[in-house]
Structures are given as C-alpha cells and as structure tokens.
C-alpha cells in the first residue's frame, strides 16, 4: 500500500462523558477541545464546537471510535472529518493510557480511517481520497499522523 | 514520521447480476450492483462469497462514486464473515479505494474483528477485483 503525508493532527480532549453499560459494549463520548493540523498540503485549527469522538469499548476488549469534527484552514475553508477507527493492546499498556501516562505508540494498535467533505475548491482534492491515520494516545489528547492512500 | 504498513489480506472476486437502476433521488444518482458469488483467497482465509450482498452505488455531483457494500463471505472451513466497505471510485483520476471492515464469531477468525483494512479496486472484465490489505 502507498501512502504519502497528509497531515498531523494534535487532538485536545475535554472532559470524558461517561456514558456506561450499553447492549454493544461500553459507551463514552469524548468531546474535542480544539486542536491543530499541519501538513505539506493544508494546516489549520479543529473547531471545538460540534466536534467530539463517541467511542465504544467492545466486550473483546477492543475500543471503537467514531469521531467527528470541523477543521478550519489557515485561509478560512471549512472541512468536515469524519473518521472510525480501532484502539487495542495488551491490558497493561492500555491501563498506562487510562492513567494518563505517555507510552510507545508502536506497543499497541491506534488506526482510524478518515474521511473528508469539503465545498472549498481550493481542498477538493480531500472529498476525492481514502486516508489511513495512526494513532498516539498522549495524556492531553491523541496525536494523529495521517496518510493520503495513494 | 515513517509510513503506515500493511500486509496483504485477501484478494476478493465479486460476481456480480444485472444492476439496478434506482435513479436520480434526492441523494444522488443510485445503482444497485447485486452480488450474487466470488471468491476470497489470502494466506490466512480464503473461500466464497455467498449471493445476496451487493454495493449500493450513489454518483455524487463530482463525478466520484460512492460505495457502500454489505456482503457474507464463507470460509472453506465454514466461518461466516460479514463484511461491508465504504469507497471511491474515481475513474477520471483512475482511484479505486474501498475501507472495508469485517465481523465474525468464528475465534479463528476473530482477528478480523481488530484491524482496518484498505482496499484496492480494479474492474476486470469479469467483474470486480479488490486487493485488500490490512492496515498494521
């Protein structure tokens, strides 16, 4: 598979709203508190508004995440992401992530694929591609790195 | 920051019957492509498609497909797969990519239940061919 650079994104995460036992599994929303992203291509800042990451802890032990949030480029487009993605690894690396420790992003498995829509022409190019991103769960937030599939 | 790896999957053949036509709706132009068999063959999985999926196709307004297929794959050693995938098919820039994702109660299998996966799309003359490789 060929990729090449899109962005980095630095998530902050607000307050986790637990939302507990659901018939799937485990469901909290973790609503974004803005951020950045910067690449060859695009940078710019994530809208705190509107834009969160609802997450479900399967009963494999494996977390879903469905995040949805609004970027705004440094020229004033907006972008609507959307991206679901998967969260797992041995149980003690995941319980360091619960406390807040920083730990080797390559000892557990952090993948979302985004999606982009743009109405910008000047980023058009986003509604027309599949992206693959990895994850870097860091106490204040996640750190994205993510690829164009080519 | 290195590249994302990924490692082959499975390559998948779908057969695929007369499309449907739903037409120009408030959502776009819709054409149903019933699967009705295929094939699915990698190193770790490999066995048929079973009839009765298909890929609800939309063309949007920029000339892009969008898909959205459900499908049941059957293992040779009988695990039942429920697969779907979202994508794009550009044909003016020669883009065919698909995410598929994978659900299976078979514990051989479960490792399916854990990954993403890309999808490389081509149509051949006898249908279309996905190259899928999981996201490491």
Known sequence: MNTRLLMTMHVKVGTLLNIGPVPCGVRRTAPLGGGTFEGPRLRGAILPASSADWQLLRPDGVLEMDLRCTLRTDDGALIYMSSFGLRHGPPEVIAAIGRGETVDPSTYYFRTMPRFETAHPAYAFLNRLVAVASGDRRPEGPIYTIHEVL | ?136
């Open chain 2, 1 to 136: 920051m290195d590249a994302i790896n990924s490692r082959p999957l499975m390559v998948l053949r779908l057969a695929t019957a007369a499309t449907q036509e739903i037409g120009s709706t408030p959502q776009g132009a819709l054409t149903v492509f019933p699967v009705t068999g295929g094939s699915f063959e990698g190193e770790r999985l490999r066995g048929q498609v079973l009839a009765g999926g298909g890929d609800w196709v939309r063309a949007r307004g920029d000339g892009v497909l969008s898909l959205d297929l459900r499908v049941t794959l059957e293992t040779d050693d009988g695990g039942l797969i429920h697969m779907t995938f979202s994508g794009v098919r550009d044909d003016a820039n020669g883009y065919f990519r698909t995410v598929p994702r994978f659900e299976t109660a078979t514990p051989k299998y479960a490792f399916l239940n854990r990954l993403l996966a890309v999808g490389i799309g081509e149509i051949r003359p006898d249908g279309p061919v996905h190259i899928i490789e999981e996201v490491l």
